[in-house]
């Protein structure tokens, strides 16, 4: 995926990954007002959707929380990454934006949200499981088919069952 570029809300963008992932600005401009508070708000000319695949557009733009005419900051971009977070649908939330009018630095900007979906789950399966019921593992870890993939569900699920046959004294070296 390509990235654009916007001088304006580049910073904006980074701003709110910086906030996003716990960082903070702790850097100051000339007059004690750090980089984050000194960002103008920018007006959303156009928002445009990328990369997905099994959910609709729609469906993004609501939960994103951002519409045309709005004037965004970096926490209404930071606010937009979480919500679409916060879903579950997701592997990966980008937001850039290029400015409608480079020459022009009150121009509007074009918001573009890239998402990449968690695949489905098509079904939940276990093999060599002797010891311990498939059910159990399943239902405890939250395992579901119809559901997107869920990373730290199937490690829950990967050590539940270490744990479970612990108990049995029966160690395992690997599960996969």
């Known amino acids: 995926m390509s990235q654009p570029t916007s001088s304006r809300l580049l910073g904006v963008v980074a701003a709110a ?13 000339p007059g004690g007002q750090s980089p984050v508070q000194a960002i103008e708000p920018v007006t959303v000319e156009a928002v445009e959707v990328r990369g997905n695949q099994r959910i609709d557009e729609q469906m993004i733009l609501s939960t994103l ?3 045309l005419g709005d004037e965004i900051t970096f926490r209404d971009i930071q606010e937009a990454i979480r919500a679409l977070w916060v879903s579950g649908e997701y ?33 939940v399966d276990f093999q060599g499981l002797e010891h311990v019921r498939a059910r159990t ?6 395992l ?10 199937v490690a829950r699920a990967e050590a ?5 046959l612990a108990d049995k004294g029966i160690r395992l070296r690997s599960i996969e």
């Open 17 to 29: 990954s910086l906030l996003f992932l716990g960082g903070s600005a702790a850097a100051q401009e």
């Open 65 to 67: 929380g951002i519409r």
């Open 91 to 123: 592997a990966d939330v980008q937001i850039y934006a290029e400015e409608t009018d480079p020459t022009d630095p009150a121009s509007p900007v074009r918001v573009i949200v890239e998402v990449e979906e968690h695949p489905y789950v098509a079904y």
């Open 137 to 142: 593992v399943r239902d405890t870890a939250g």
């Open 144 to 153: 579901r088919a119809g559901e997107p993939f869920n990373p730290a569900r």
């Open 160 to 164: 539940l069952v270490r744990d479970l």
